[in-house]
């Protein structure tokens, strides 16, 4: 077997389970920079995956299931805003109490519906596609893939706009922003809203895009894993994306080192990436870029 | 500036009037000590606002039961059978609470302390796999080797924790971060010892041949945890264990000296650093106690539940019990009740299943309990404005 083959391989394993931490990881990105340590990404994963399924197996259409999939994360989030940063609710409970209930009325209605899920098909994309060792691992996908790259430019360029200073401005200091007049709640349901819609994709294409079929649990943690890979690219855009990718690999690697020949500790595999974010946490110590108001309430002087 | 922010919060969450007499610091500790006697709030009101956020829960969890053609009357005669029915089965609900208890009794100490540890998780996993070794590794009677496997715990869940908190106080790392990705860690290290070639690996059967399952051997009968009989209930030793750790460290909180210095540094650590106590010292105490609390929880699983080492042996416990140590707003005494909640709606859901109801609509409604216990501190806060401000106006 040569090197390239093995490559092909590893990638083929590993693009489609970055897929969704890659949806899911930008919008935690951006609720993480606007304050929200948002633990129930999990939960808007797995809920907008049941969603996603159920919508697309009753009207047999796959961008049905999408939609529906972004609704349910949409309406996770919708809750954890309003518990949080209305009520001033403490965010931890909120999200873990969030990703609580929806494991358990996924599995409910998953008990007592029978789902038939029309899988999305691939898209191959003309020319890339041919290339060697990359074309098939990232230019055969189903078109909900592709809708990485406008997310990953919206966010750059919301980034350089008034709005997206405002939505860092209410993570890392909302008692200034509230001074100048942001309202710093609003902000932070706002990203709260967009993060459950970008995981709603990353939990759509689980069940509907990538395996056809929904397990009870089926993120499986992935939502943790997702926040880890917040911490790991230090809250930054393209670390984010790189620290998501890592992940992905390690997770295929898992995989595809059995299927060529390598035998390495799964465990060892599965904890590297974890590792890796702890000892840069360390090494970077309190110089990281993590958000100064993460995970504080706030509650505007009236 | 991170502690600038929190002072700053913590002064305006409570409004209190200006201190007679003194400024800057003197001023900040006279109002710390008022805020911190003046908990007592009217007792009835809280009792009747949490009894009726319960029922709001319950229904909640009832009413998707209807929707999808379950009898709430069954659903509630199964919980309450499967829970409080008979004395088989507040036993089991007692089984369920105790290790959900310990964990939430740790998580109330680092909490009140400021410290922000949220991996019990991982502290439960490492608990399990301390009390492994010394089960599957060490011959003995059971009443040696049931405190040492209780030691054993303690002590890897404690020093799991601890690696947070040097993370913490030596780089600065945020606490709640590193807790959780220690979470991960711990899974992967659990699992990478019972399978293959780990020293808490069982040769015995597995399902695709012998020593291929994850898992360890089983843990011998003399080492099961025992249980005692009160007015004809075998209550769990480990839920006894439970309750008095919970009534100990209400009272540490509450009455001593340390646990007074360690409410201080919880709410205000700026003041806690004038009046001379070390951040460094108290805080990782702190965390490692939760992560202790939280080991010990581990060994209860595996000697009282599961009595075998799998993947994800914690089962979600250490969540679980962060839930309540934080539903509970980090009160000792509302995380028994709490706690108790959780481990009758584990024990009737044993009974749902039976009667052809999903048993996962008990994470549903406990989950809906959880978020409805939430709300009587925000309807109670605002309860207490309005009557302020009718004072006033008649005034």
């Given at each position: 077997?040569?090197?390239?083959?093995?490559?092909?391989?590893?990638?083929?394993?590993?693009?489609?389970?970055?897929?969704?931490?890659?949806?899911?990881?930008?919008?935690?990105?951006?609720?993480?920079?606007?304050?929200?340590?948002?633990?129930?990404?999990?939960?808007?994963?797995?809920?907008?995956?049941?969603?996603?399924?159920?919508?697309?197996?009753?009207?047999?259409?796959?961008?049905?299931?999408?939609?529906?999939?972004?609704?349910?994360?949409?309406?996770?989030?919708?809750?954890?805003?309003?518990?949080?940063?209305?009520?001033?609710?403490?965010?931890?409970?909120?999200?873990?109490?969030?990703?609580?209930?929806?494991?358990?009325?996924?599995?409910?209605?998953?008990?007592?519906?029978?789902?038939?899920?029309?899988?999305?098909?691939?898209?191959?994309?003309?020319?890339?596609?041919?290339?060697?060792?990359?074309?098939?691992?990232?230019?055969?996908?189903?078109?909900?893939?592709?809708?990485?790259?406008?997310?990953?430019?919206?966010?750059?360029?919301?980034?350089?706009?008034?709005?997206?200073?405002?939505?860092?401005?209410?993570?890392?200091?909302?008692?200034?922003?509230?001074?100048?007049?942001?309202?710093?709640?609003?902000?932070?349901?706002?990203?709260?809203?967009?993060?459950?819609?970008?995981?709603?994709?990353?939990?759509?294409?689980?069940?509907?895009?990538?395996?056809?079929?929904?397990?009870?649990?089926?993120?499986?943690?992935?939502?943790?894993?997702?926040?880890?890979?917040?911490?790991?690219?230090?809250?930054?855009?393209?670390?984010?994306?790189?620290?998501?990718?890592?992940?992905?690999?390690?997770?295929?690697?898992?995989?595809?080192?059995?299927?060529?020949?390598?035998?390495?500790?799964?465990?060892?595999?599965?904890?590297?990436?974890?590792?890796?974010?702890?000892?840069?946490?360390?090494?970077?110590?309190?110089?990281?870029?993590?958000?100064?108001?993460?995970?504080?309430?706030?509650?505007?002087?009236? | 500036?991170?502690t600038r922010v929190s002072e700053d919060t913590a002064v305006r969450e409570h409004p209190a009037p200006p201190a007679p007499g003194g400024r800057g610091v003197d001023a900040v500790v006279a109002n710390l000590v008022d805020t911190l006697r003046s908990k007592a709030r009217p007792a009835?009101?809280?009792?009747?606002?949490?009894?009726?956020?319960?029922?709001?829960?319950?229904?909640?969890?009832?009413?998707?039961?209807?929707?999808?053609?379950?009898?709430?009357?069954?659903?509630?005669?199964?919980?309450?059978?499967?829970?409080?029915?008979?004395?088989?089965?507040?036993?089991?609900?007692?089984?369920?609470?105790?290790?959900?208890?310990?964990?939430?009794?740790?998580?109330?100490?680092?909490?009140?302390?400021?410290?922000?540890?949220?991996?019990?998780?991982?502290?439960?996993?490492?608990?399990?796999?301390?009390?492994?070794?010394?089960?599957?590794?060490?011959?003995?009677?059971?009443?040696?080797?049931?405190?040492?496997?209780?030691?054993?715990?303690?002590?890897?869940?404690?020093?799991?924790?601890?690696?947070?908190?040097?993370?913490?106080?030596?780089?600065?790392?945020?606490?709640?971060?590193?807790?959780?990705?220690?979470?991960?860690?711990?899974?992967?290290?659990?699992?990478?010892?019972?399978?293959?070639?780990?020293?808490?690996?069982?040769?015995?059967?597995?399902?695709?041949?012998?020593?291929?399952?994850?898992?360890?051997?089983?843990?011998?009968?003399?080492?099961?945890?025992?249980?005692?009989?009160?007015?004809?209930?075998?209550?769990?030793?480990?839920?006894?264990?439970?309750?008095?750790?919970?009534?100990?460290?209400?009272?540490?909180?509450?009455?001593?000296?340390?646990?007074?210095?360690?409410?201080?540094?919880?709410?205000?650590?700026?003041?806690?650093?004038?009046?001379?106590?070390?951040?460094?010292?108290?805080?990782?105490?702190?965390?490692?106690?939760?992560?202790?609390?939280?080991?010990?929880?581990?060994?209860?699983?595996?000697?009282?539940?599961?009595?075998?080492?799998?993947?994800?042996?914690?089962?979600?416990?250490?969540?679980?019990?962060?839930?309540?140590?934080?539903?509970?707003?980090?009160?000792?005494?509302?995380?028994?009740?709490?706690?108790?909640?959780?481990?009758?709606?584990?024990?009737?859901?044993?009974?749902?299943?039976?009667?052809?109801?999903?048993v996962d609509i008990v994470n549903v409604i406990t989950a809906a309990i959880v978020v409805a216990l939430l709300c009587p501190p925000v309807l109670l806060a605002a309860l207490r404005r309005r009557r302020i401000r009718r004072a006033v106006e008649v005034a």
């Amino acid at each position: 077997m040569s090197v390239a083959m093995d490559l092909e391989t590893i990638l083929a394993a590993s693009v489609p389970l970055t897929v969704p931490l890659l949806f899911a990881g930008l919008g935690e990105y951006v609720a993480q920079r606007a304050g929200t340590f948002n633990l129930s990404v999990e939960g808007m994963m797995l809920g907008s995956a049941f969603a996603a399924a159920y919508g697309a197996s009753a009207t047999g259409s796959p961008v049905v299931g999408l939609l529906c999939g972004m609704l349910a994360g949409l309406a996770v989030a919708f809750v954890h805003g309003n518990l949080s940063h209305r009520l001033q609710l403490n965010t931890y409970v909120v999200g873990l109490a969030l990703n609580m209930l929806v494991l358990g009325v996924t599995n409910y209605l998953l008990s007592t519906t029978v789902l038939d899920i029309p899988r999305g098909s691939a898209w191959q994309v003309p020319l890339l596609s041919d290339l060697p060792i990359i074309g098939k691992a990232f230019f055969v996908q189903p078109w909900v893939v592709y809708l990485i790259a406008p997310l990953v430019l919206l966010i750059w360029y919301v980034r350089r706009t008034r709005l997206g200073l405002e939505l860092r401005a209410v993570g890392d200091d909302p008692g200034a922003s509230d001074l100048t007049g942001i309202n710093v709640n609003a902000r932070r349901r706002q990203a709260l809203l967009f993060c459950g819609l970008c995981s709603g994709v990353g939990g759509a294409y689980l069940s509907v895009f990538q395996s056809g079929s929904f397990t009870s649990g089926m993120t499986a943690g992935r939502g943790y894993i997702v926040i880890a890979a917040v911490i790991f690219g230090g809250w930054m855009l393209r670390g984010v994306i790189g620290a998501c990718a890592v992940f992905g690999v390690a997770q295929g690697l898992q995989l595809a080192l059995p299927a060529i020949g390598y035998s390495v500790s799964p465990q060892l595999l599965a904890a590297t990436p974890y590792l890796l974010a702890l000892c840069s946490l360390a090494v970077l110590g309190a110089r990281s870029k993590r958000p100064l108001a993460l995970g504080m309430p706030f509650a505007p002087v009236r | 500036m991170n502690t600038r922010v929190s002072e700053d919060t913590a002064v305006r969450e409570h409004p209190a009037p200006p201190a007679p007499g003194g400024r800057g610091v003197d001023a900040v500790v006279a109002n710390l000590v008022d805020t911190l006697r003046s908990k007592a709030r009217p007792a009835t009101e809280q009792v009747l606002a949490f009894l009726g956020f319960l029922a709001l829960g319950l229904s909640v969890g009832l009413l998707l039961g209807w929707a999808t053609g379950h009898s709430p009357a069954v659903i509630l005669s199964s919980l309450y059978e499967g829970s409080l029915g008979s004395s088989v089965s507040i036993a089991y609900s007692l089984t369920a609470a105790a290790p959900l208890l310990l964990v939430a009794v740790g998580a109330v100490i680092c909490m009140r302390a400021g410290q922000f540890n949220i991996g019990q998780e991982g502290q439960v996993t490492l608990g399990a796999i301390g009390a492994g070794f010394v089960v599957f590794h060490v011959d003995g009677p059971g009443s040696l080797i049931i405190p040492l496997a209780f030691l054993a715990a303690a002590v890897a869940g404690g020093l799991w924790a601890m690696v947070a908190a040097v993370l913490k106080f030596g780089r600065g790392v945020d606490i709640v971060v590193s807790s959780l990705l220690l979470v991960f860690l711990a899974e992967q290290l659990l699992v990478a010892l019972i399978s293959g070639d780990g020293p808490l690996h069982d040769d015995g059967e597995g399902v695709l041949g012998a020593g291929t399952a994850s898992q360890s051997p089983r843990v011998p009968a003399d080492a099961m945890l025992p249980s005692v009989n009160v007015l004809g209930v075998e209550v769990p030793s480990a839920f006894i264990l439970a309750l008095v750790a919970a009534v100990l460290v209400a009272w540490f909180l509450k009455s001593t000296h340390p646990g007074y210095r360690l409410r201080i540094l919880g709410q205000n650590p700026v003041v806690a650093g004038t009046i001379g106590i070390s951040a460094p010292r108290l805080g990782s105490l702190a965390v490692a106690a939760s992560g202790a609390f939280a080991g010990a929880a581990g060994a209860v699983i595996l000697l009282g539940q599961s009595f075998q080492l799998n993947p994800g042996a914690s089962s979600a416990i250490g969540w679980s019990g962060l839930l309540i140590a934080l539903a509970a707003r980090t009160n000792a005494g509302v995380s028994v009740l709490l706690a108790l909640v959780f481990g009758a709606m584990v024990a009737g859901g044993g009974l749902l299943g039976g009667e052809g109801v999903p048993v996962d609509i008990v994470n549903v409604i406990t989950a809906a309990i959880v978020v409805a216990l939430l709300c009587p501190p925000v309807l109670l806060a605002a309860l207490r404005r309005r009557r302020i401000r009718r004072a006033v106006e008649v005034a």
